[in-house]
């Protein structure tokens, strides 16, 4: 079986209080901020790793990115990828989501012939929800979201379970097809220091626009035919005030405050 993963590098949550808005270029400002794999590209990546256990087989990774989100792809080759493919060019910089999908697809077209493609359902950073189903658009498969479940038999039909709002679907498929995940589905294995080390010998593989057919407009900013309008930190309304004195003043001077503002 031959199992293609998108993996977004995103800034790692733990840093998002260095997060900074460029107001001219109205982008995140994502220099000094380590990247870290979007974490339902995670359990993508579980998914295929144990279809690749069971049935045999390879698991790619691609990822369109900055050059800098190697170590992010290296984890997803410590994780336990085969190969992993960046698609990295200034050309690329600035695509809105149908630049992502078309990007990734020609990437994909690139690296031949597919069963399943796994994505997450979404990324932590843009959140959109939207290139999984347009990657599968680009390439002509059907498309199946909130994937909490599969089951993949020799000689029996595929299954997906889907999530929606109050229970599920069970779709039968047949590949190759494009599926993205929800976290339900599994629980991502651990990284191990062997695993590390192992990933170490395994090359990543950087594309750029020249080694992909570009025979559509729509990749990078200039190719993208959606544009952030406008997009600003929302202004703080709240203000602090730190009570003083021992536990028992502390109390009554909070009971006061309760009072006079109306609450008892
Ligand atoms: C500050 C900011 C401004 C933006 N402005 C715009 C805008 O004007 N117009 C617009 O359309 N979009 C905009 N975006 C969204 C941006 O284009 C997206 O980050 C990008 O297209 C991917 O979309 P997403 O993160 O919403 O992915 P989702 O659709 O939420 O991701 C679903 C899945 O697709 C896969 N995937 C997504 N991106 C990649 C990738 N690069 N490499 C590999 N796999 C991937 C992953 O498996 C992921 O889990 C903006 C984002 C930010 C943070």
Excluded at 77 to 87: I, S
Excluded at 201 to 225: C, F, H, M, R, Y
Excluded at 241 to 246: A, S, V, Y
Aim: aromatic fraction near 4%; hydrophobic fraction near 40%.
């Amino acid at each position: 079986m031959r199992i293609i993963v998108c993996v977004k590098p995103v800034p790692d949550p733990k840093h998002w209080n260095r997060l900074q808005l460029d107001p001219k270029t109205r982008t995140l400002v994502r220099k000094g901020i380590p990247g870290t794999i979007n974490p339902l590209d995670r359990h993508a990546l579980e998914a295929a790793l144990t279809l690749r256990e069971q049935e045999g087989g390879e698991v790619l990774v691609v990822s369109m990115a900055p050059e800098d989100s190697q170590p992010v792809l290296k984890e997803a080759l410590a994780m336990g990828a085969d190969r992993a493919v960046l698609l990295s060019d200034r050309v690329f910089a600035g695509s809105d989501t149908l630049g992502t999908a078309y990007v990734l697809s020609v990437g994909i077209e690139r690296l031949g012939e597919f069963d399943l493609i796994l994505c997450g359902d979404e990324t932590i950073d843009g959140g959109t929800a939207q290139v999984s189903a347009q990657l599968a658009e680009f390439l002509g498969t059907p498309n199946v979201m909130h994937v909490s479940g599969l089951e993949v038999s020799p000689g029996k039909p595929w299954l997906a379970r889907s999530q929606i709002e109050h229970g599920y679907t069970l779709v039968e498929i047949e590949p190759p097809m494009v599926l993205s995940v929800v976290k339900t589905i599994n629980t991502p294995r651990y990284v191990t220091l062997m695993n590390i080390l192992e990933a170490e010998q395994k090359p990543i593989e950087v594309w750029s626009a020249n080694d992909v057919t570009l025979s559509e407009p729509w990749a990078g900013l200039a190719g993208s035919p959606t544009q952030m309008a406008d997009l600003f930190a929302p202004e703080r309304k709240g203000m602090a005030e730190m009570i003083t004195g021992d536990p028992k003043e502390q109390a009554a001077k909070l009971a006061d405050r309760l009072h006079r503002l109306g609450f008892c």
